[in-house]
């Protein structure tokens, strides 16, 4: 099923998308209305939007006041964090379940690489379990990423490792995700990627597949340290797994503080936390209804949140459209955040 939003000036053709719009998805589609207002688009009008047709909104009106609270507010109050795996990268590759960054990293150690999956097939069905309370399957998941971990340590893993393994991977960003980047550090607004993997690997993979850097954009999570060999000695900083990503988020941002191209002068980390949390309004990515969550550690005045519905569009699509503001079916390209921030904050629109 495609759900096309025919009720919002969202994604009407402007100079600005058209600008960015490099390639076209060849699609077609069944169309149906969402919302109020009237859906007269012609045939060829909607082929031409192939975004609008992945596109859910259920009350345009509330987005487009939240849009124009966060333009009057300006880039100087905005930021922008996102899910990493299935939001930034694509749910598909060639047809196939794309990788993750979990998923991605071989130690060159095949005894290692086997013990991981060990952990992988004992942790992971206790992850996804309904019956196991919230605090019995936190304590596992603290279990199952230390001793990953662990095992990374004692393996071996090198840095060479990590960067073959990326170059092997299956891994792809959606197409827009340089252009929504180049555009936000143009404006200097912060990009907080928050993620439970590992920092080095996604940090790797941004290297390898967007081929330049941003000095906006940061990863919040477990990041390594290397000797001089490029071999893993430790993991610095609270261990970051996938229940408590969301809680402890926002307060592992404010150290990079430095790194966001601000210097408060202080070193502080409550003053840097000050800082990420200084920017009140939001943008927030997410394949997972529990990353709406990402914000928790932040007391926003106003939030677009933004989801990609992936997989299972029939029987997630009401429970997506109720929790995020827009919802992108179907591993849509990320061209729509791109246009909902040149909408915000572009020099040609008053
Ligand atoms: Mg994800």
Redesign the pocket.
Known sequence: MRVINCCTRLHAPSSIRLSFVRRNHSQTHSYRCVGHGNCSLSTNQMEQRNLSANTVIDHPRALTDKITLIRDAGPSKFQVIA?????LTRYRVNGLRGQ?SHNLLQQGNAEYDAKRQALYDHYHPLEISPVIPIDEKTKLMEEWWSKTHDLLIEGGLTYDAIKKSVENSSIAFREGVVELFEFLEKKEIPVLIFSAGLADVIEEVLRQNLHRTFKNVKIVSNRMVFDDNGRLVSFKGKLIHVLNKNEHALDMAGPLHDQLGVDTGEEDEDEANAYVKQRTNVLLM???LG?LRMSDGLSYETRISVGFLNDNIEKSLESYRQAFDLVYLNDAPMWGAVELVSRLFSTEET
């Open positions: 899910d990493f795996d299935a939001t993750t997410g394949d997972h990353d």
